[in-house]
């Protein structure tokens, strides 16, 4: 029934542009970049692009109306499948340029849905790109189906058949909306209880831009195999590995999808559930492509999304990764005066490392260590002990237990409520 979940075809691509007065000419270079970026990924071959500076978007055909018979040549020269938009394309929009150019056109939006849609491994993610594709797809079913009324006759005379197919459509993509979100939802309260589960854990997320090398660094400190490529959104869903087996409490770290600027708003919809993983955390690890040209846009870009998700007030670390790739050290010298707090490495070289002992190092900072007595009849209570804190030091006394122990302030509460705060000595050590 729906197209666009035909398998299609995606040959040589045409990168289309328009340069408003806001934007300067390397501004709109760069967008270009990523967008042949993103059209690479999902497996086109970009073989022209054209930029077009108009003080506006021209309403009915996203381009000046002149400048169509230009680009129709260059589809010919070319022997162009697919023009892609940097910009999202109204409804109408697309189906005039796609009627015009007599070639199918993409703006931004399906273009990420896409390379999300190939790209989602798992129930969940797949569920979620079914919705974000679905709701962006409800609108643009007119320009979908106007071919049915043009083979009969065209739109205006009587319903055509395309008009009718258009309604059966609408009428069957809502109710599959309806249903997605029930189970999404069923999924979050799923997520929702393992949470409660991982309460007594120390959390801290990896974010940052698409392609920055998240999963490298995950790979790299928890001795995981997620997958690494040189593609944008090669990552789609949380994962969570426990950092350290020793430490107490203990410490998860989680991989998660990279932001994008403008990410298409049914996307963040729909990813929301995912990202809560951000959220929830207690430390972030930003991570920053040290090598991109506009890096810091892509920072710009990932304070915007924790902004939305309600997660910039999470204390942050930021690591410059791939260092390697920047031959002027003066550059690098610069840098690091600029972000003295910051972080620079490679996370292909061992050095990566040392971002676990800065993760320990700062919850460290946060630990209270304390000093307690157990008498023998609660020494069931060891158990928690261990769990929730970090025995510095334990000793078998005629009165009882004594131990030294270190946790977060919240587990020291979580345990002075457990085995009663009589058996804290009330002396603080640190
Ligand atoms: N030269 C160099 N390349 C790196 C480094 N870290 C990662 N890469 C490469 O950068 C590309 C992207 O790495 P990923 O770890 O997949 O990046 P990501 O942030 O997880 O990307 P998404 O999941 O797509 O958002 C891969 O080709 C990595 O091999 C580094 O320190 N130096
Ligand atoms: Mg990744």
């Known amino acids: 029934m729906i197209s666009n979940q035909q398998v299609i075809e995606l040959g040589n691509a045409l990168l289309l542009k328009v340069q408003l007065p806001s934007q300067t000419e390397s501004e709109a270079l760069h967008a270009l970049e990523e967008l042949a970026s993103l059209a690479t990924t999902v497996g086109c071959q970009v073989k022209d692009q054209i930029i077009q500076a108009r003080p506006q978007i021209h309403p009915a055909t996203f381009v000046g109306k002149g400048k169509l018979s230009a680009i129709k040549e260059v589809i010919h020269h070319f022997d162009i499948n697919l023009v892609i938009v940097d910009g999202t394309l109204t409804p109408k929009q697309g189906k005039n340029l796609e009627d015009s150019l007599k070639c199918m056109v993409w703006d931004r939006t399906q273009l990420i849905l896409e390379i999300f849609g190939k790209n989602a491994k798992t129930h969940e993610a797949k569920k979620q790109i079914e919705l974000a594709r679905l709701q962006y797809m409800l609108p643009r079913l007119v320009g979908m189906w106007a071919h049915l009324d043009r083979e009969r006759g065209g739109i205006g005379t009587s319903r055509g058949m395309g008009e009718k197919q258009i309604e059966t459509d609408r009428r069957e993509i809502r109710s599959r909306i309806a249903h997605l979100k029930g189970t999404i939802k069923q999924v979050e309260t799923e997520r929702e209880i393992q949470k409660k589960r991982r309460d007594d854990c120390l959390k801290v997320s990896l974010i940052g831009y698409t392609n920055a090398g998240k999963s490298t660094v995950m790979n790299a400190l928890t001795e995981s195999s997620l997958l690494v490529e040189d593609k944008l959104f090669a990552t789609l ?150 769990e929730w804190s970090r025995v510095d030091n334990i000793n078998y006394m005629d009165d009882g237990i004594h131990l030294t122990l270190t946790a977060s302030s919240d587990n020291l509460s979580r345990l002075r409520h457990h085995i009663g705060s009589s058996h804290f000595q009330g002396e603080q050590i640190s």
Do not use: W
């Open 237 to 386: 869903d949380s994962t969570t590995r426990l950092l350290d087996e020793k430490n107490r409490p203990q410490i998860l770290l989680s991989d998660t999808v990279g932001f994008i600027k403008n990410l298409p708003h049914e996307l963040v919809a729909s990813f929301r559930s995912t990202l809560e993983v951000v959220r929830d955390a207690d430390l972030l690890f930003h991570v920053v492509d040290i090598s991109a040209l506009d890096y810091e846009e892509h920072i710009d870009t990932a304070l915007q999304v924790l902004d939305e998700l309600g997660a910039n007030c999470i204390p942050r670390i930021m690591v410059f990764n791939k260092i390697d790739r920047i031959e002027n050290q003066t550059q690098l010298f610069i840098m690091k005066k600029q972000y003295p707090d910051a972080l620079f490495i490679s996370a292909q070289s061992e050095a990566v490392t040392k971002l676990r002992e800065q993760i320990i190092h700062f919850f460290d900072q946060k630990m209270e260590t304390v000093k307690i007595c157990l008498d023998y009849q609660h020494s069931y209570n060891l158990a928690h002990i261990y």
